[in-house]
């Protein structure tokens, strides 16, 4: 991901300790946002083409949605293949780096239910 910051910035200071010094930090730094996830999540239960996808994320735009699988593409998590009909066919599927975040994303959510996090995330909200 290109970045336009200057290279003695406080940001890419950090960006770099992140990337030096800390797995967890620095994964999440390719998986982070709000997005992200949750496309991910979406192929691997199988939603795969753009418009599908962009119907099923509430609220992404879908200058977002681009972005966003532009950079997943980039960094490894998702493939895309073109299909040369008309209309022009494109489906996103789940790289074997994307599949290997699967079970963490599941672990999650397993946490996320047990300790109720949705209502948690409501009342922070307020």
């Not at 992404?60 to 895309?80: A, H, N, V, W, Y």
């Not at 009909?85 to 959510?109: A, D, N, Q, W």
Request: charged share 25%.
């Amino acid at each position: 991901m290109a970045s336009a910051r200057k290279n003695n910035s406080t940001y890419t200071a950090n960006e770099q300790a992140i990337a030096e010094h800390c797995p967890v930090l620095s994964s999440l730094y390719f998986i982070g946002g709000r997005w992200k996830i949750n496309i991910l999540w979406k192929l691997h239960h199988g939603v795969n083409r753009f418009g599908l996808l962009k119907n099923t994320i509430q609220g992404i735009s879908e200058k977002m949605l681009t972005t966003q699988l532009r950079e997943l593409e980039s960094d490894g998590f998702i493939s895309r293949k073109v299909f040369a009909e008309v209309p022009l066919r494109v489906e996103y599927t789940l790289t074997s780096l994307g599949e290997t975040l699967i079970p963490i994303l599941l672990k999650l959510y397993d946490w996320g239910t047990e300790n109720d996090m949705p209502a948690r995330f409501a009342e922070k909200r307020l």
